[in-house]
């Protein structure tokens, strides 16, 4: 006879697996996991979730039904163009993405590559999306990452330590209705700025959610795992690093589209690029607050 405490464990995981179709069993948990930080120190919210998304990275091969691995391809294994020409010097090339150990690794390399519009880059980069598995509305968002990093370089901004992430990576939330650029809704809840990790929000047509200096810079240390986590809700966004409340910003009214996921190894065209280097990602994993 099941107890009433495995009663509702059966449901939560039910909701948790229904509610988005995307619980993914290559994480090897039996259960779905907390956030990290649950319950912990500096505000994070002790709340009950439902896990929505378990990505894990297990096997020799991406899931192409969680990921696609370029930015606006024809095709799965299409080469394409990069974020922004003004930021990244880099294609998007699904070789420079593979498994190893539960380990997804996207990496930044010095190679000549010609993307879809035959337009040519002196460097390539890796990249996944979750625009293929579906999209979210409101929820915690968490990945365990290894950015790349080392000694600090030209075009860096030094933190008090001298270490510094390399080249232009970042774990974020976009918007389905993206508009080629031109109506760019993100939530940047890791990204790598001069040799920084950075959170903040980016919001095209809202001026005070565009300027690049409204942002909070982590200090991370040497280069080294961290979870780096977002609390995305109607009145704010919460930005979370090992659990612990790093910053806080308003949600922008006009940011209320469903979003995907994307997490990239770009190749900076401001500052001084570093290659080979590899970002690692462990798991990418979505929850929804039960009410």
């Known amino acids: ?85 003004i930021y990244d010097q880099n294609c998007f090339n699904p070789n420079n993405d593979f498994l190893a150990g539960g380990i997804l690794t996207l990496e930044a390399r010095s190679e000549s590559c010609i993307d879809a519009d035959k337009i040519h880059y002196r460097y390539s980069g890796g990249m996944i999306s979750s625009s293929v598995s579906g999209t979210y509305s409101y929820g915690y968002f968490e990945a365990r990452i290894l950015f790349p990093g080392g000694k600090c370089v030209s075009g860096d901004t030094p933190p008090k330590q001298a270490s510094c992430i390399f080249n232009h990576p970042a774990f974020w939330l976009t918007s389905a209705n993206v508009d080629s650029g031109r109506n760019t809704v993100e939530i940047d809840i890791a990204e790598g700025l001069q040799g920084k990790i950075c959170e903040l929000i980016h919001l095209s047509n809202a001026p005070e959610y565009h300027d690049p200096n409204t942002m909070n810079c982590s200090t991370v240390g040497v280069p080294t795992w961290h979870v780096y986590g977002a609390l995305w809700s109607p009145g704010m966004v919460r930005f979370y690093l090992d659990g612990n409340l790093v910053y806080t910003r308003q949600t922008p009214p006009q940011f209320k589209n469903p979003v995907y996921i994307i997490i990239n190894n770009a190749v900076p065209t401001k500052w001084q690029p570093i290659v080979p280097a590899g970002l690692e990602v462990a798991y990418v994993r979505v929850w929804k607050v039960i009410p």
């Open 1 to 85: 006879m099941t107890s009433k405490k495995g009663k509702i464990a059966l449901i939560l995981a039910c909701f948790a697996a229904c509610a988005m179709g995307s619980v993914d069993a290559s994480s090897g948990s039996n259960a779905p996991p907390n956030p990290v930080g649950i319950a912990g120190r500096n505000g994070f919210p002790a709340n009950r979730w439902a896990l929505l998304a378990d990505f894990g990275f297990n096997g020799s091969s991406i899931n192409s039904k969680h990921w696609v691995q370029n930015w606006e391809g024809d095709t799965p294994r299409s080469i394409t163009h990069g974020f922004q020409p």
